[in-house]
Each structure stands twice: as C-alpha cells, then as structure tokens.
C-alpha cells in the first residue's frame, strides 16, 4: 500500500469526467485549486464534479485551494512577447501600457520602492537576468544579463529576497471566503513571511466560516529565516521549490528542502514536497530518470505528499502521469528507514492523547501488527502516528466528515467514515473491527492495535490503547 499521499491541480487537462474519474483511480488524494487561475464558477463546478466522481469511485479525496498571493509580475507585450538579448538596455517601467523590446509595465509599482542599484531581477522564474543600474521616479533601468523570449505577464523576483508586498492580497480576501463556501479542507497560502502572515489567513478563514487546515508556501528568503514561527502558526507547510530557489538559489534548495521536512515532522506539521517534480510528462507519456530520484528522495525524507502542478492541471498526459508518480512512491518506501528508537530518543510526551499514539506506534511496529485503529474525532492522534514511520498502515476511523478529509494528506494514514454508535466503548471496538473488516483491510485472526478515548465522542480525549485479535472481542493476547 503506498503511504505517500499525491496532490494533483485540476485544470483544463483534468477536468473532465472521464479524466478525472481516472485520476481518482490512478491514486489522486487531494485535489488542488489553483486560484491563480480561472474564475469561481471554474473551481465550482470542478469540486461538484469531483465530489460525484469521487462517490462513484468509493474513494476519500481531499480539496485543497491555493492562493495566488502577491504574485509580481511584468505587463503585456505588443505581440505577446519579446526577445531579450544579453547586454541590452530594458527598462521595467510603471506608467507603461503596453511593453516592446525595449520596456515593459509593472503590476506592482511598489517594486520600485524595494530595489537599489545593482541588485538582480529574475524574469520567469529565473531565464531571464536583468541587472538594475538605476532608479528613476517611475521606472527601474536594467541591463540584461542572461536573455531569452520574455512573453506577457511573467513574475518577477529579486534575488535574496526583500521584496515588501504583503502575504495577502484583495483578491487573496476574496478567494478565503470563496474556499469557505466550497468546503475545502486545506488552504494554501502563498508568499508567507512571518507567523503572523499566517495567523491574519487564519483569521479571515474563521470569520468566513471555515476550519480548514492551513498550508504555508515556503518561498521567500523570509520564510527560511522565519520557519519555526511559521511552523508554530500553521498545520503544513509546501516546499514550493520555484520561487524558492530564484530566491535562495537552486543550488540552495536540496539541502532546504531536507531541512523543512524535518522540521515540520518534528513539529507535528504536515509537508508537501511541490514544483517540477514530473516536469517533462507535460508533454511526454514518461519521466525523465532525473524526476523519478526527485520524487524518490522526496518520500526517503518523509514528505507526506508530492504535489503535481501544470503536469495535470495543463499537460498531455494527466492519468500517466500520476500513475507513474505513484509506482515510484511504492517502490521508494520499501526503502524508507524505520529507526524507532532513534525517533524516541530524548523526546518527551506531555499530552496523553500523545503517549498513547506514540505507544501504539512502538507495540504495532514489535508485534508485527497487521493494522493500527485509531478511532478519533479531531484526527489528531492519528496524525501524531503519522509523524513516524513504522510501516504498520494506520486507519483512522472517524465519525465526523471534516477529519475524513483532512486525513487524506496525512502519510500512512487511510481514512474511513465509522456508522454512528452508542457511548459504550466495547461497542464502538466491535463496529470498529467491522468497519475494518468491511473494507477488507484486515481478516478474521489479524493482530491489529486499537487507541479509543473516553468518554466516547471527545476531542482531544484518547486515552486508551487495546491489542486485540480481530474477531476476538474479549481481547485475547495475540498469537507470539
């Protein structure tokens, strides 16, 4: 069973039935609406349609929405696009409507205010290099440095970052109540710098009614400087490796990326690892050698999920391509370490809730337990089981359909909706034994590890761990 999760952004590519009901199939686990793209009623009528072929399927997938953020960019071209060429004058100029080879507007005329002589502007991520020599009133004047075929509208960076706009935008206001009203269960936020930017998203998220989990979008120098406040205000983080590294430099950007998934484990914080991870399917049916080790090396260093970007939401090959991404999950986690002792080592837990995860953890892993249940309404135990590896597949057996959900991005972690019960815990550990054997997930005879709080129904209120034989409800010692 593969543990990594996949996110695919839905687009033109994928959104229509048939495509889209193969992706389900193919291992899709959330879905991603890029806000950056498309009108409302695009993303309405992508979340309808997934919602039925995703009941068609039998299959749990969650929502997640992407801001756009405080993308900056350049303005249109005459003809769409121009060819820069090294060593020429190119003026970025706030006051222009239209650019040619010579000068093109701005989107942000704040950019103005942030860069000095000498600093370095990134065009399209990086394949175009344009050295500023001077300020004046409304326009910055460059020299281009490495040059290319400049179209309309690519972004601009500054290399090292420092760039002044703010994490949250109007139309980022806009698209927080437009995620409460389709439900989503994760909102990706972009261009964070601090804590607060992401305790301000959170905010607005509560006021329009919704409790969705928030990601923060590590791409600015800022935020490498600021991720463990980041860490502390959020409940994941995406290592979105392409304005990261026009920034940090792609040099730079392995070792970072190593370095967030760690930490973010270690804060009991989800992680998806995004950008170009199967770049070349946009246009060709298989991935180049070089993404089949980036996806691999993503999974050995325990990202929850890989995320695909224009592969799906724009490529040629949709379905393929997350069915190859998904065999080269599998065939990565049969490598991935599983060192318990070293991960309990010097850790101390305060919580009950959180011992009693971390316990089931180490008994499943020693016994050889077929399963872990977690039976949980917040989703929080089984998401501490998450944080370690142990290979033991772990079943989150809930009551409330939020946590379904969000249990779709957490690694090794397979959601199921249990049928209501009464407060009575022997009864809640039968039809949990029957939820699991219904789905085929464990037969008559298996050892598993079953965590329950009491009293029932509380979040928060795990405090029991039961090892049981399935089928023997008296919770006969398992077979040695």
Not at 217 to 233: F, N, S
Request: hydrophobic letters at 45%; aromatic letters at 4%.
């Amino acid at each position: 069973m593969r543990t990594t999760k996949i996110v695919a952004t839905l687009g033109p590519s994928s959104s229509a039935p048939d495509v889209l009901t193969q992706l389900i199939r193919g291992g899709v686990d959330v879905v991603r609406l890029n806000f950056s793209h498309g009108t409302a009623s695009d993303h309405r009528h992508r979340v309808d349609l997934l919602r039925e072929c995703m009941h068609g399927q039998g299959r749990t997938v969650g929502i997640m929405g992407d801001l756009q953020g405080p993308k900056i960019r350049i303005g249109k071209l005459a003809g769409s696009k121009v060819e820069l060429k090294p060593g020429q004058s190119f003026i970025l100029d706030a006051d222009c409507e239209l650019g040619n080879k010579t000068r093109v507007g701005l989107d942000y005329p704040e950019l103005i205010d942030d860069v000095h002589a000498g600093d370095t502007l990134l065009l399209d991520d990086g394949r175009i290099v344009l050295t500023v020599d001077a300020i004046e009133e409304r326009q910055i004047h460059c020299r281009v440095h490495h040059g290319g075929v400049l179209s309309n509208n690519k972004g601009i960076n500054r290399q090292g970052g420092g760039l002044s706009a703010p994490a949250l935008t109007a139309k980022d206001m806009e698209d927080i109540r437009l995620a409460a009203a389709l439900k989503v269960d994760f909102l990706a936020v972009s261009f964070p710098k601090s804590g607060a930017d992401m305790r301000l998203a959170r905010d607005l998220l509560r006021a329009a009614g919704s409790d969705a989990l928030l990601i923060a979008k590590i791409e600015r120098v800022e935020a490498v400087a600021a991720l463990e406040d980041i860490l502390e205000a959020c409940d994941g983080i995406m290592v979105a490796r392409g304005d990261l590294a026009v920034e940090v430099g792609d040099a730079s950007v392995p070792a970072l990326q190593k370095r967030m998934i760690r930490l973010a484990r270690a804060h009991n914080r989800l992680v998806i690892t995004a950008t170009q991870m199967m770049e070349s399917m946009i246009s060709s049916p298989v991935p180049t050698r070089a993404e089949v080790s980036d996806v691999a090396n993503a999974v050995l260093d325990g990202t929850d999920a890989v995320m695909l970007s224009a592969e799906t939401a724009a490529g040629q090959y949709p379905v393929e391509t997350v069915e190859a991404m998904a065999r080269i999950c599998v065939e990565a986690e049969k490598s991935a370490e599983v060192a318990l002792e070293r991960q309990f080592l010097d850790r101390v837990f305060t919580r009950i809730d959180q011992s009693i995860a971390m316990a089931a953890l180490w008994t499943a892993y020693h016994l050889k337990a077929k399963a872990i249940a977690a039976l949980t309404q917040s989703g929080s135990t089984a998401l501490w089981m998450s944080r370690v590896i142990t290979g033991v597949p772990i079943y989150a057996l809930t009551q409330d359909a939020r946590t379904r959900y969000r249990a779709t991005l957490f690694r090794g972690v397979y959601p199921l909706m249990m049928p209501p019960t009464s407060k009575d815990r022997d009864e809640n550990l039968r039809v949990a034994e029957e939820t699991l054997l219904r789905g085929a997930t464990v037969a008559h005879g298996d050892t598993i590890v079953l965590t329950i709080g009491e009293p029932i129904g509380c979040p928060g209120g795990t405090n029991t761990m039961k090892i049981v034989r399935v089928g023997d409800h008296s919770g006969a010692k398992p077979a040695g």
